[in-house]
Each structure stands twice: as C-alpha cells, then as structure tokens.
C-alpha cells in the first residue's frame, strides 16, 4: 500500500510549537465549506472520528501542514489556486 502525502511549509513565518492549534484554527476556519478533513467536524457539528488527513506541525519553528491521501489532494486543491493566506 503507497501512501500519498503533501506537505506546505511557510518557511517565512516563525512560531512556538505550542501555536500549533491555533494553526489549525485558522486554516479550519479559513476553509470551514471545503472539508471536514481540515477540522474532523461535520456541517451537521458531528465529529469526524477517524484519523486526521489534514495534520497541522511546527517543526523548528516552521508552520507546516501534512496531508495524507485525500488529505494530500486536498491540500494540492486548496493551495494551487491561491496566492495569498488571507480570507477572501
């Protein structure tokens, strides 16, 4: 079994691993209508119990985002088509 993965970096930004969450918060939020894999929640508010697609690191101080599988397309999806991390 080929496990497919994607992983985007924001090399110019620097945070403390304990931010991690809040990483999490605001790509959540910031595509909240995409998928449930980017926050494991439903529109109906369930949860999504299974393991998480869609992983939010800090690694020596680099925020990251680690796609698995249909976590790692859509991230491809997500972020091809966008220039910048601001709400549109």
């Known amino acids: 079994m080929q496990i497919q993965t994607t992983i985007i970096k924001f090399p ?3 945070l403390h691993p304990h931010y ?3 990483l999490r918060g605001y790509f959540g939020n910031l595509f909240k209508e995409k998928s449930p894999l980017l926050h494991n929640h439903y529109e109906s ?3 999504r119990y ?3 697609l869609v992983q939010y690191k800090i690694i020596d101080s680099i925020p ?3 796609g698995i599988n249909e976590g790692a397309e859509l ?3 997500l972020f091809l088509k966008r220039d910048s991390l601001k709400p549109l």
């Open 45 to 47: 508010g369930k949860l």
């Open 20 to 22: 991690a969450h809040k």
């Open 12 to 14: 110019d930004i620097s």
């Open 64 to 66: 990251m985002l680690l």
């Open 50 to 52: 299974a393991y998480p």
């Open 75 to 77: 991230l491809i999806e």
